[in-house]
């Protein structure tokens, strides 16, 4: 079993930064693929980005392209989420999940592919 535990959200002003971090425990996650995701109130959960498990292949939802970048420390057990340029509309409730495979799947930005999740972070941009 795997626990996930999100930090480092907050409240920022737009066109500010935050770092959130997904530190895992229980079980590594340093083989298998890795995503963040987020909800906003009334919305679906949505992808944000996903990160295979060497680090070397990212993917990113369209609306965060050249704004966000998803990395991985495998030694500590940990994925971050730099988040530049934030947005009103990036307020949410952010996610770390965990797949039990190595590579980022056609599926990458579907929840079903993913089989742990984290309790989520709330990410507060104010305009």
């Known amino acids: 079993q795997v626990q996930l535990i999100e930090s480092g959200g907050g409240l920022v002003q737009a066109g500010g930064a935050l770092r959130l971090s997904c530190t895992a425990s229980?079980?590594?996650?340093?083989?298998?693929?890795m995503g963040w995701f987020r909800q906003a109130p009334g919305k679906e959960r949505e992808v944000v980005a996903a990160i295979n498990w060497s680090g070397f292949s990212t993917n990113y939802a369209d609306s965060v392209k050249g704004r966000f970048t998803i990395s991985r420390d495998n030694a500590k057990n940990t994925v971050y989420l730099q988040m530049n340029s934030l947005k009103p509309e990036d307020t949410a409730v952010y996610f770390c999940?965990?797949?039990?495979?190595?590579?980022?799947?056609?599926?990458?930005?579907?929840?079903?592919?993913?089989?742990?999740w984290g309790q989520g972070t709330q990410v507060t941009v104010s305009s």
């Open positions: 229980g079980r590594t996650v340093s083989n298998t693929a």
């Open positions: 999940a965990a797949d039990t495979r190595r590579i980022l799947g056609t599926d990458w930005y579907s929840i079903q592919r993913y089989d742990y």
